[in-house]
């Protein structure tokens, strides 16, 4: 990473780190890294392994609709809101706009990360620390790590709120559809605002 010296133009070369052919790579270290967690909480946790999270739910089929249906509306009111006030001036404001801003995702590069990511994470927070901690919880906790709170302004408020209640969807989602649901909705959520912060930043 540099950091420029000016003062009012400190950019950071993520774009650089984010790119290319290492992009694979660091997605699969952190699909394993997000499942072999899921898999201590597990053993120390649970009676039963990790594939009992996978085993409840509606049929493959519906999982597999709904979540693309899910995902795919999820990402329609993130986009409509963030393309208005108070939303639409303050997304730079967060880590993982820049990064996705200062990068040059191929269409495959959004694909594998978000496949990637809609997997791993959903494994991780909906199968393993849901039933642990319940949705509210688990929410809170998957929003902030990620670093949407901010509370700066009303449209960093509003994103907050909003990207608790996507996570909040998910958490209904394994509950009442399944995981495999819950993985496809997060991973069309992502492949779409990928493509949209592609587009509006040429």
């Known amino acids: ?15 650089m780190d984010l790119s290319g052919r290492n992009l694979v790579g660091l997605s699969l270290i952190s ?9 201590l909480i597990y053993h120390f946790f649970f009676d039963e392994t ?19 249906l899910s995902g795919g509306a999820a990402a329609g009111i ?16 967060f880590t993982i706009f820049k ?19 809609g997997a791993g994470e ?3 927070f909906r199968g393993a620390i849901q039933p642990l901690i319940g ?17 700066k302004s009303a449209g960093h408020i509003l994103f907050g709120i909003l990207l608790f209640c996507l996570s909040m969807m998910l958490g209904f ?11 496809i909705a997060h991973a069309i959520y992502d492949i779409i605002l990928l493509g949209w912060v592609a587009r509006i930043k040429n």
Do not use: C
């Not at 699909?31 to 898999?39: M, P």
């Not at 519906?62 to 979540?67: M, P, S």
């Not at 989602?173 to 993985?183: D, P, Q, R």
């Open 99 to 117: 990064a996705i801003k200062n990068s040059n995702f191929s269409a495959f590069d959004r694909v594998q990360l978000s496949l990637f990511a």
């Open 1 to 15: 990473m540099e950091l420029e010296n000016s003062d009012n133009e400190i950019e950071l070369d993520i774009g």
């Open 122 to 124: 959903e494994i991780l």
């Open 173 to 183: 989602l394994y509950e009442l559809i399944g995981l495999v649901s819950a993985m």
């Open 135 to 151: 949705i509210w919880f688990t929410s809170i906790i998957f929003v902030a790590i990620h670093g949407y709170f901010k509370f």
């Open 31 to 39: 699909f394993t890294l997000y499942l072999i967690t899921a898999i």
């Open 78 to 93: 993130i986009i409509f809101f963030s393309t208005r006030p108070p939303m639409g001036s303050i997304l730079e404001d």
């Open 50 to 68: 990790l594939l009992s999270a996978f085993e409840h739910g509606n049929s493959f089929a519906n999982q597999i609709g709904i979540g693309l």
